[in-house]
Each structure stands twice: as C-alpha cells, then as structure tokens.
T-cell receptor, first 114, second 115 residues
Framework: DVKVTQSSRYLVKRTGEKVFLECVQDMDHENMFWYRQDPGLGLRLIYFSYDVKMKEKGDIPEGYSVSREKKERFSLILESASTNQTSMYLC?????????????FGAGSRLTVL | GENVEQHPSTLSVQEGDSAVIKCTYSDSASNYFPWYKQELGKRPQLIIDIRSNVGEKKDQRIAVTLNKTAKHFSLHITETQPEDSAVYFCAASKGIYNQGGKLIFGQGTELSVKP
C-alpha cells in the first residue's frame, strides 16, 4: 500500500510564526498535493507538484508556499501564520499517467493558530 | 476554473434505505469524476470513480451516474448500513490523461445511517 505520512498530526502556533508542514510518500509518486479541509467548504487545493522542483498554484495559494527538493517529500510553508489559516491540512500523492487523479491521502495535520 | 457544487450538505437515512448525493460541475471539459469517503478522524479514501465515456458504474451497493449534458453526477448507496456513515466528497478533473491534473472537490455530504 502507498503510504503518505504527514509528520505532525496536531500543531499549535502563534500568529506570525513560520510553520512547516511535512509530507513524505514512499511509492515513488510523481504528483503531490496540499489541500486544506474546512467544514462546509470541502477540500480546497493550495498547491500541487508533478515533479521535483516543480510547483503549481491551486485555488487558494495566498499565504502559502511549497518546496519539493526530493521526489518523496512535499512541504507546505506558512511564512507568517494567521488565525484564518487554522485548519486541517491534507497531503496527497498520485502516480503519473492515467492514475494521476487517483489520490492517496495522508492522515492530516490539524493546525491551530492563536 | 472548475467549480463543483455538492448537495445535500447533510443526509440522514434509516438503515436499509437508499441514499443519493448529487454534484454539478461547471467545466464541460471535465472527464473524470471520483467519490471519496472520509470516516470520522480518518483520511479520505477513493470508493468509486467514473470517466466521461461511461454513463453509470456499479460496485456492490454503490453506484455512480453521470449526465454530461446536464453536467451532473450522483452517488447512490443502496441498503445502507451504519458503517456507511461518513462524509462523502465528489470531485471533478479534466486532467485524467495529463500528468499533474488536479481534482476539484465538492463541499462534502455528511451521511448518517441510523440503526
């Protein structure tokens, strides 16, 4: 089974702090995604990457950046955390080609910004 | 860009009844429509998907239908069981054949199956 591991399940940060959310997958997937999940809003795409050092903006990239230095790792960065970034963050990965849209999700990182 | 609307936001049924969740999408170029199930405290998992060249797909008690003309698709669960209780998300993509295609999700439906 593909495993997508998010390093932190729960984080509490203060406004203005820099926050790193780490995601690692172990099945050599090309594609990786960061979503945030909020009640009533579903899953909204923040950024995605289909290759090392490649990144594409999703629908809500403002206030976030990403890093993909290695194929297996995709990091989400909040340069200066704000209270409206309190949310559940889900990382996902998928293989190339016809399977590109079959996502395997991590367990999620619940971030609280005080 | 693509927009996916999902209804209802909550759905409560008696065990054994059927449940139907509906989604509409805006981009007529979308060609892939998956459904994900997220049980409480767990990660979303793919339960069924359909491609634009197919009108209906079944897998045991779940089925998905697609109407490309009307740009809507639906999830049907028959003979519901308590373990079907979860949040269900629909999604749409036009990138199925292209690496890096992105999925746009609906808002989610919280299904409760009462014993």
């Amino acid at each position: 089974d593909v495993k997508v591991t998010q390093s932190s399940r729960y984080l509490v940060k203060r406004t203005g702090e820099k926050v790193f959310l780490e995601c690692v997958q172990d099945m050599d997937h090309e594609n990786m995604f960061w979503y945030r999940q909020d009640p009533g809003l579903g899953l909204r795409l923040i950024y995605f990457s289909y290759d090392v050092k490649m990144k594409e903006k999703g629908d809500i990239p403002e206030g976030y950046s990403v890093s993909r230095e290695k194929k297996e790792r995709f990091s989400l960065i909040l340069e200066s955390a704000s209270t409206n970034q309190t949310s559940m963050y889900l990382c996902a990965s998928s293989p190339p080609g016809a399977g590109a849209n079959v996502l395997t999700f991590g367990a999620g990182s619940r971030l609280t910004v005080l | 860009g693509e927009n996916v609307e999902q209804h209802p936001s909550t759905l409560s049924v008696q065990e054994g009844d059927s449940a139907v969740i509906k989604c509409t999408y805006s981009d007529s170029a979308s060609n892939y429509f998956p459904w994900y199930k997220q049980e409480l405290g767990k990660r979303p998992q793919l339960i069924i998907d359909i491609r634009s060249n197919v009108g209906e797909k079944k897998d045991q008690r779940i089925a998905v239908t697609l109407n490309k003309t009307a740009k809507h698709f639906s999830l049907h669960i028959t003979e519901t069981q308590p373990e079907d209780s979860a949040v269900y998300f629909c999604a749409a993509s036009k990138g199925i054949y292209n690496q890096g295609g992105k999925l746009i999700f609906g808002q989610g439906t919280e299904l409760s199956v009462k014993p």
